[in-house]
């Protein structure tokens, strides 16, 4: 466990629960079979978890490369958000961490929102997480495609131009499919707006 603190000692968050099997391959690089590690604010608050089966530390970049991740994000005591991936990186003092490949994003809710991507990136001192590359969001109302979106900590996504929509039926069947402009869609509320560029077309849907 000594060499896992005198790994992260640059660290300006705390971070607990790493596993010491640490295999230092060569002066640059650390590799780790099973890293489990949580990450705190200043005032020590979770802030989220990273599990992953392989990893490796890159000390000349100061960065953790991290094999099938699973990351939980927290709000409180409580888990809002796990996200998966094929890899992640973690960088600039564990500020910064970057997804991708197969990345999935699910809630905790009793009827699951998931959202898909090809990448997630997320600066934890900005409150926005970024998805980009086939974006797909579902539930059991609705299903949301498009190239970029943007999850806000108010629980809204944005989904960027062009989106396409489809409503479902009360089988789970497609029933409607419409191309859109911007669509925001509230976790919350479990309703999808739609705004032209204009500003002065607007729709709502609740579901």
């Known amino acids: 466990m000594n060499k896992i603190y005198r790994l992260i000692i640059f660290l300006s968050f705390v971070v607990v629960g790493c596993s010491p099997s640490v295999i230092e391959e060569n002066k640059a690089i650390q590799k780790i079979e099973r890293l489990d ?15 992953s089966p392989k990893s490796s530390y890159n000390n000349s970049e100061l960065e953790f ?105 009360g089988t789970n069947e497609n029933k409607y499919e419409i191309n859109s402009e911007n669509a925001y869609y509230n976790l919350d509320t479990e309703s999808v707006s739609f705004t032209a560029n204009d500003k002065r077309v607007k729709s709502i849907i609740y579901f």
């Open 37 to 51: 590690m949580n990450i705190f604010s200043k005032k020590g608050d979770k802030i989220y978890s990273i599990t």
């Open 65 to 169: 490369e991290l094999k099938k991740p699973i990351i939980n994000i927290f709000e409180g005591e409580e888990t809002k958000y796990i996200i998966s991936s094929e890899e992640s990186t973690l960088s600039d003092n564990n500020k910064l961490l970057n997804l991708e490949g197969n990345v999935k994003l699910k809630t905790l809710k009793q009827d699951e929102d998931i959202l898909y991507a090809d990448n997630f990136i997320w600066n934890i001192e900005e409150t926005n997480y970024l998805l980009e590359g086939n974006i797909r969001f579902e539930n059991k109302n609705i299903i949301l495609n498009s190239s970029k979106a943007k999850l806000g900590s108010d629980n809204i996504i944005e989904f960027f131009n062009p989106v396409k929509y489809i409503i479902k039926d």
